[in-house]
Nanobody
Framework: QVQLVESGGGWVQAGGSLRLSCAAS???????MAWFRQSPGKEREFVAA????????NYADFVKGRFTISRDNAKNMGNLQMNSLKPEDTAVYYC??????????????????WGQGTQVTVSS
């Protein structure tokens, strides 16, 4: 069983930055790490993913060039640096982990482990 705890959400003006963190309860290097987000009335959607070793990344088109996913397996931590934030980035952001690869085509319901989510609000 993997427990994930997110932190770092909050309120920011458009154009600003936030850094989300995800702390894992187990050896993180065994899992693909990803971030998803969910806005009211919408399905949970893929944002970014990072392979076990951290050598390969995937990003949703709407965050490419603005968000950066990273991980520190020695600390069992993952991060999502979010720059140039837009009001449409407002959502609850979830850290996710799975023993299988997570890609932009992965459905949220197929991911094994989730954090509780952290709210990100971007004002115009």
């Amino acid at each position: 069983q993997v427990q994930l705890v997110e932190s770092g959400g909050g309120w920011v003006q458009a154009g600003g930055s936030l850094r989300l963190s995800c702390a894992a309860s187990v050896a993180f290097y065994r899992y693909t790490m990803a971030w998803f987000r969910q806005s009211p009335g919408k399905e949970r959607e893929f944002v970014a993913a990072l392979t076990f070793s951290g050598t390969a990344t995937n990003y949703a088109d709407f965050v490419k060039g603005r968000f950066t996913i990273s991980r520190d397996n020695a600390k069992n931590m993952g991060n999502l640096q979010m720059n140039s934030l837009k009001p449409e980035d407002t959502a609850v952001y979830y850290c996710a982990a799975d023993s299988r690869l997570i890609s932009p085509r992965t459905r949220a319901r197929d991911v094994d482990y989730w954090g509780q989510g952290t709210q990100v609000t971007v004002s115009s």
